[in-house]
């Protein structure tokens, strides 16, 4: 049994083949793969793209979603052994995840980082609980990476692209009024290098780096592919003839925790919005963000509604790699 918690967990050609699925179920998108099972969506978070696609996607497939809100209408967990539950918790996970598998086929989990501690939210340890205590297989929904938008992203680019390797990726750090989640930006580095593309990370200064690991991870699938992972302070080189610019903001880890010292850093570069003069540096470039985006703060309705924005491609393409996944993960 697999779970699937991060691609760094799986190869290359593993994720090619799902994306194959994935393919075959954007043209036939009924299908009885999940006849009689179901799936447990267990959300600590807010969700849109997440929730629908997993849901509707069970549902096209021939099966159950349940969704469960923990603290809301299921009851609140504790994750730490030896804790003494005294607080609010009145759930262990390691009970929870026993028995969502006695009753579903797979686990679904959305758990956001806690913003206080980047060393202890690292470890990912909600869903790293789950997947430890599980008998099925856990799916990670978006914790401090997002593999399954990894994968809507990958699909779309093949369909604007075919073959990958050796396009230019620009992964551009954009501003928001406040430091949000690294996990698409992780996510992002990762996927477009293990798929052989020639990849900038574009930020402000090297405050705002991803976390070694998944630099490091970038870094290897770069040189694996014959690159080498480039990082850039500027905005006009970068941009230059690239051909897939990728958007995303996220907090600077050196203040994670102690995010009003960066306000005045980032509230500095708000410049870094993707507009159509950025734009016109590229080679004809697609742009995509995960969505959702704060049009003129992170990019400007002209870059959001022109033609070569893919961002909603990018977002029904979540639909079929999340059945290309269940799939997956149910035939194993």
Same mark, same amino acid.
């Given at each position: ?20 699925? @994935?393919?075959?179920?954007?043209? !036939? ?64 996970v390691a009970e929870a995840a026993q028995v969502l598998s006695r009753y579903c086929d797979l686990i679904a989990v959305r758990c956001f980082p806690a913003f206080q501690n ?39 680019? !093949? ?63 770069? @040189? ?109």
């Amino acid at each position: 049994m697999r779970h699937f918690l991060s691609t760094e967990d799986w190869s290359g050609v593993e994720i090619a083949q799902m994306l194959e699925v @994935a393919t075959q179920l954007k043209r !036939q998108p009924l299908q009885t793969t999940m006849q009689g099972k179901s799936i447990a969506l267990v959300f600590f978070n807010n969700s849109l793209r997440t929730r629908t696609s997993f849901e509707i996607g069970a549902w096209q497939l021939g099966g159950k979603a349940i969704v469960l809100n923990p603290g809301k209408d299921a009851w609140p967990l504790a994750y730490d052994f030896g804790a003494v539950m005294d607080g609010t918790a009145e759930e262990h996970v390691a009970e929870a995840a026993q028995v969502l598998s006695r009753y579903c086929d797979l686990i679904a989990v959305r758990c956001f980082p806690a913003f206080q501690n980047w060393e202890l939210d690292r470890e990912d340890k909600v869903i790293n609980a789950f997947a430890e205590h599980a008998s099925v297989p856990v799916i990670n929904m978006e914790t401090i990476v997002h593999p399954c938008q990894e994968l809507a992203l990958a699909m779309t680019m !093949q369909e604007q692209f075919g073959n990958l390797e050796n396009r230019k990726f620009v992964l551009t750090w954009t501003y928001h009024p406040r430091p949000l989640n690294t996990a698409v930006a992780n996510s992002a580095l990762m996927i477009a290098t293990k798929m052989g593309m020639d990849v900038t990370l574009l930020c402000p200064s090297e405050d705002y780096l991803l976390d070694a690991r998944f630099m490091e991870a970038a870094q290897d699938y770069s @040189a694996a592919a014959g690159h080498q992972l480039t990082v850039s302070h500027d905005i006009e080189s970068a941009y230059a003839n690239a051909e897939m610019v990728y958007a995303k903001s996220w907090g600077a880890l050196p203040y994670f925790g102690r995010w009003e010292e960066e306000k005045p850093i980032r509230d500095a570069c708000q410049h870094f919005i993707v507009d159509e003069k950025k734009m016109a540096l590229t080679n004809k470039a697609r742009f995509s963000h995960c969505l959702p985006l704060r049009r003129n703060v992170k990019a400007t309705d002209v870059v959001m509604d022109a033609d070569y924005c893919i961002a909603i491609d990018e977002a029904e393409n979540r639909l079929h790699v999340q059945k290309a996944l269940m799939t997956t993960l149910l035939n194993q």
